[in-house]
């Protein structure tokens, strides 16, 4: 029998949309309306509620009963009952207003939607803006500056008039701006996570420690402009000496990728700042509003106007601001993380004036279980490792190889580690842990991954679809374990970018070290072993930039960051990546 739901109410946040609310429905009533499980109520509500879950109050074997409610093309307000499973896949949820939860941030000034150019929040020359989407919802939470390649071209002057005094500036005085740059944004920490959480969808956790790894490296940058050591090198004639000094390369551009939006905006231009360069940046296009937060952050820190600037652009203008950057005299480096095929283009372009470049690029990263290792510890690492962000990392295990003689033990661990900890949801819902994919193509990308494994023979044991999350409708895919992947299909041999982990299976050292090395690319890779022989063996032999033994985490400040083969060229973090920004001068003086 079909009843009208009575008690809908209506409220509007500040944008002016009408937002939802239907009484949560508890043990099969209503607004006094007795309901049974699957019956469907109806009742005709406005063109502009939203969608949501509530819950009824009753879990029975591990499984929660919900009612969702979704909106018919004619207005009118669904309610059935459904069931999420209580396996670690996905929780239901109530539906998210993005636009409200942006509203939530304490200091507004951290929401900045102009390009950030010689010290000033600027439009676009031609007035152009672009919208960036809460990835959980597809809700439009902003519009940012369209700049084309005539703004960057100022911006690039803007730098270029605001170099000289800083290169002069001493490395002392830097290192006080870049620490109070890094109290900043400590002390607004919460207010940042909540920003990057929007705009690209990983959890607040994963957030909030994004922001914290991104001060460290204006913490730890800030040190070392106090010792860009020069040398003296004993000459080989009379009457003369030689000495070396250390210089800042000049204007940077700088180009950064949606994954890690704070992250990899500090790690450079927190390293080009200390070394005395001046810095025009341009980040994502699905996530600049973390990179203007920041530089909010550095207007208050004391950074000079000029020094760092900061571009946006939509996808439509990607191609002329980053050949702007590429081809402008007065660059004199470029700095890059992404694909490996747009880092490719970069460096060509970058070669038409011979300037220096750092290119953090694509990985494929193995992750090797030998037969002697600690297979509840690697399990563990494997599920932090490869399905943080969603799976959208360079450095997350791509391709699981584990020895044949536990291959069955690590699966069921590694199964019933991931429906232990891992929850799909929003981002800022208390509980989740993986968060949706940032773009449709990496969806994509990663469900053709998906279909041409399984047609290979790959048996899903955890997941194997998009996730359905309560009524939101951004990118969610469940987190995926495959077992009997093969090498003959696409994800082999690229880099899924998505939470897909596909297992293999191998017999001997030496065949999966060939295996593991079979990829043009190298930047991370990690193996799990109790033997000290092997550990040396095998992390010698790995053709990557950085490896990680017994441990699923290669990433932090003081340790450089780079890889080998196709995965790019030059380091990040550490003492060593300050010397990206640096040009060694040797003088030469007779007596």
């Known amino acids: 029998m079909i009843k009208r739901v009575v008690s809908i109410g209506r409220s509007q946040n500040k944008a002016g949309c009408t937002l939802r609310y239907v009484a949560p429905v508890r043990r099969g009533k209503a607004a006094g309306l007795k309901l049974k499980p699957r019956q469907v109520q109806t009742g005709q509500i406005g063109r502009n509620y939203s969608t949501g879950l509530w819950k009824n109050g009753a ?40 636009i409200e939860e942006l509203g939530k941030v304490k200091d507004k000034r951290l929401v900045r939607t102009d390009a950030y150019v010689g010290g000033k929040w600027v439009a676009a020359a031609k007035g152009g803006r672009f919208k960036v989407a809460d990835p959980a919802t597809l809700q439009t939470i902003a519009e940012v500056a369209d700049m084309s390649a ?44 909540r920003i990057m959480t929007l705009e690209c969808g990983k959890p607040l956790a994963e957030a909030e420690g994004e922001v914290a790894y991104a001060a460290s490296f204006l913490e730890w940058f800030g040190e070392e402009a106090k010792r860009t050591y020069g040398d003296t090198i004993p000459a ?23 994954n890690f939006p704070s992250a990899m905006i500090a790690r450079k231009i927190g390293a080009a700042v200390a070394a005395g360069c001046t810095v025009v940046a341009r980040p994502a296009h699905e996530t600049p509003l973390s990179a203007l937060a920041l530089c909010e952050l550095a207007e208050r820190a004391g950074v ?3 020094v760092v600037n900061m571009v946006t652009s939509s996808a439509a203008n990607t191609q002329g601001v980053g050949l702007e950057l590429t081809t402008n005299a007065s660059v004199r480096k470029v700095s890059f993380t992404g694909s490996t095929g747009v880092g490719k283009m970069l460096m060509a372009q970058s070669a038409s004036t011979m300037k220096k470049v750092s290119m953090e690029l694509g990985g494929n990263a193995p992750f ?9 510890l690697a399990a563990r ?18 391709r699981v190889y584990v020895h044949q003689a536990v291959y069955d033990a690590f699966l069921e661990a590694l199964v019933a580690a991931a429906r232990e900890t ?38 899903v044991v955890l997941g194997g679809a998009q996730a359905k999350v309560g009524a939101l409708r951004g990118h969610f895919f469940e987190p995926t374990v495959l077992a009997d992947a093969s090498d003959a ?39 799990f072993s109790r033997d000290v022989s092997r550990i040396f063996r095998v992390a010698e032999a790995l053709e990557v930039g950085m490896v990680g033994v017994n441990t699923g985490s290669v990433s932090t400040e003081v340790a450089p960051f780079g890889g080998v083969k196709e995965s790019g060229v030059g380091r990040e973090g550490s003492r060593y990546g300050i010397d990206e920004y640096l040009n060694v001068k040797t003088i030469h003086i007779a007596l």
């Open 59 to 98: 879990v029975n074997a591990g499984r929660a009963s919900w009612w969702s409610v979704a909106r018919r093309t004619d207005g009118v307000l669904m309610l059935q009952n459904r069931h999420i499973s209580g396996s670690g896949q996905a929780q239901a949820q109530a539906d998210v207003d993005s």
């Open 150 to 193: 005539e703004d960057v071209a100022q911006a690039v002057r803007e730098a270029s008039k605001a170099l000289p005094a800083w290169r002069a500036t001493t490395g002392k005085k830097r290192a006080r701006v870049l620490r109070k740059w890094y109290d900043l944004v400590m002390e607004n920490k919460a207010d940042l996570a």
């Open 236 to 258: 080989a004639t009379d009457g003369t000496r030689i000495s070396v000094i250390k210089q800042a390369v000049g204007v940077v551009g700088v180009i950064t990728p949606y």
């Open 304 to 306: 000079p106007p000029g």
């Open 368 to 376: 090797i279980v030998f037969e002697d290792a600690d297979i509840e």
């Open 381 to 398: 690492a494997l599920v932090a490792c490869k399905f943080r962000n969603a799976g959208q990392t360079c450095v997350c295990a791509n």
């Open 422 to 459: 891992l929850r799909a949801g929003h981002g800022l819902t208390a509980g989740t842990t993986v968060g949706p994919m940032i773009t449709h193509r990496g969806l994509e990308k990663t469900l053709d991954h998906l279909r041409r494994a399984v047609d290979a023979g790959a048996r």
């Open 489 to 527: 299909v696409p994800m082999t041999g690229d880099e899924t970018f998505g939470p897909l982990c596909p297992v293999y299976r191998f017999s001997s050292e030496e065949e999966v070290v060939r295996r593991a090395n079979a990829v043009p690319v190298g930047l991370a890779g990690y193996f």
